[in-house]
């Protein structure tokens, strides 16, 4: 939805108006009321709705979180398994 709207916010500039489009949407106050406008929409869309989406977004977000905690491990595990069948 953000960048369906920002290209049509762009679809009609021209590239050398891009520059003073884009950078104040760079600045650190922006971003932090970006970040604080999304919090208020999610607790408004969810929370004060006593909805279960964000126990089950928690308990994605945890399980997608252990995977990528595990990939580096288990990708080393099946390199050295390799290894070790292309030696026998």
Do not use: W
Request: aromatic residues 10%.
């Amino acid at each position: 939805m953000a960048l369906r709207r920002f290209y049509n916010e762009i679809k009609g500039k021209k590239v050398t108006e891009l520059p003073q489009h884009v950078k104040p949407m760079l600045s650190f106050d922006y971003l932090k009321k970006s970040i604080q406008r999304g919090l208020d929409n999610y607790s408004e869309k969810y929370i004060e709705t006593s909805s279960i989406q964000p126990l089950l977004h928690v308990c994605y977000g945890g399980m997608i979180f252990s995977y990528l905690v595990a990939l580096p491990n288990e990708r080393r595990h099946l390199a050295h398994k390799e290894h070790a069948e292309s030696h026998h």
